[in-house]
């Protein structure tokens, strides 16, 4: 395991976090969405520091008393070393202490290894999302847990 500092994004991540970002993603975000997603407010996103570096980044929206988790990553030569994990616990933590009583995620259900970290948090498939994803008309797996 890696400790990391998690602090919330700000402008000047995301030239480090669309790196990431661009390794990460089939569709990768843009920098005007980060940009978009860390203006609206109760939005929380978070980045893994490691020596000052970014190795990491997650997000998460709110929508009355449901959480959203809208993007998580690891940098590619970083994982494995439970920051995911880390990330997660945070956007968890962020999620309780603003009175959210569920958190929700779409996933690939060919994404074997972030299902696996979801579920050990407790996250179950409650549906499934036909052709959610635009590059391959892939399903998403809608998952949830409650906090
Ligand atoms: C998903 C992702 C964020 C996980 O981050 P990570 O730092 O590598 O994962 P961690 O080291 O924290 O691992 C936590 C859990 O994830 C799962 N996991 C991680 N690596 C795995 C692997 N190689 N094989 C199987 N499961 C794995 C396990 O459940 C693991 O817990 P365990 O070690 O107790 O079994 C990372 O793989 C990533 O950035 N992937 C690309 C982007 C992506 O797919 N994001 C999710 C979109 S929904």
Redesign the pocket.
Known sequence: MILVDIDFMNVGDLDEVLEIERE??NLPWSRNLFLRELDFPGNAYIVARLRDRVV?YAGIRFYGRQAHIT????APK??????????LLALIEIAKDRQAKEIV????PS????I??Y??YGFRTIGVIPGYYMDNGEDAFLMRVKI
Do not use: H, P
């Open positions: 990460s993603f990491g993007t998580i990553a690891v970083w994982r494995g070393n439970r920051i995911g994990e880390q990330l995620l779409e996933v690939r994404n074997r290894i972030a696996g970290l579920e050990k």
